[in-house]
């Protein structure tokens, strides 16, 4: 049985609101994620929001390098089990593992093929690690 809300199930297919201890542990998933990925150079912040236009979502400033993963309140039961709001937390890493080669595509002009090389064997070695 799925583990909604970590331990009470609730009606088929009703929006509920994620709990503290889901939002803690979605903020844990992203931490761990974010140092398995070796992605630990940023200053990391999280936020609850009320929007339902999704799951999770990143908003990051690449030069400052600050990152803010964010977690919807409401969210359909099969969104709110340990395994979903851990791949939100892993997706929303991805996006972030993949910041420096969406930076260097944005400003491709000035930037050598080598720079784009470098960046993507570093994103592939971070991955290779992980991914064994």
């Known amino acids: 049985m ?3 809300d970590f331990g009470v199930e609730p009606e ?4 509920k609101t994620i709990t503290q201890k889901q939002f803690k542990y979605f903020c844990a998933r992203v931490d761990y994620w974010l140092r398995e990925f070796g992605v630990t150079d940023w200053t990391v912040f999280y936020a609850l929001k009320a929007d ?3 799951n999770a979502e990143l908003v990051y400033n690449f030069m400052a ?12 039961p099969p969104e709110r089990t340990r395994k979903s709001l851990d791949q939100s937390a892993r997706h929303e890493v991805g996006h972030l593992l993949l910041a420096p080669l969406a930076m ?3 400003q ?8 784009i090389e470098e ?5 592939v070695c971070r991955l290779t690690r992980v991914l064994k």
């Open 65 to 76: 390098r600050r990152a803010t993963f964010s977690l919807y309140k409401k969210r359909r």
């Open 108 to 115: 491709r002009f000035g930037l050598l093929q080598a720079d």
């Open 52 to 54: 339902i236009s999704g």
């Open 119 to 123: 960046i993507e064997e570093g994103i």
């Open 104 to 106: 260097a595509a944005e």
């Open 2 to 4: 799925p583990d909604y």
């Open 12 to 15: 088929r297919g009703m929006m």
